[in-house]
């Protein structure tokens, strides 16, 4: 995105409108289904392209409802480019997660991107597709979670992050991580001592 242009971003509300008229323009569901990064199941799969398999889950890791208010928000604080991906359709509901990175910055129409450049915003509704949605706890656990190539979802935001905005008004450092599964674990020991 060219740092010198202004941008205003939209509502949310505003934005899934205009998601959602593209998506009806190209004759996709429009009933969406939001996933994190803790619903996506990367898996190995030779005989597709790459080698490598995604789909989701949200049995494991359920979205709360307001997961994606909390995201969109979190991401407008940014300048950074923000992207609604299509990763494909699923019994009748396209299956979509939010993005936000200046990696997006350089990606064009001819990347599949749809540019709304005064507001920030690509959106990318992908091809007509089944994503496979895994219910198999076994396929869950054994997914792929390192060397694997990179993808454009890996600029989602995590549930784990939702959920710190929650409780603590913004994203914990690795270090306040730490220490807050510290003080945790203490709280157990000592809550067994007494």
Known sequence: MNPSATITRPTLSQALVAWKKILAERKLA???LWIFEENLCFETKPDVPGGVHIGFQTRFSPVPQEALDIAYEHFCESDARIVFYRLGESKGRSVCILLGDAWFGEKKEGDGFVLRNDWGISFHPGQKLEIEEITDMR????????????????????????????????????????????????????????
């Open 30 to 32: 429009t009933d969406l």
């Open 139 to 194: 396929r869950w656990i054994r997914r792929l979670r390192r060397e694997r190539p990179l993808h454009d979802v890996d600029f989602c935001m995590t549930l784990l992050a939702v959920d710190e905005i929650q409780v603590h008004g913004r994203v914990l450092t690795p270090g306040e991580r730490y220490s807050e599964a510290m003080l945790g674990k203490l709280r157990r020991i000592f809550s067994h001592a007494q």
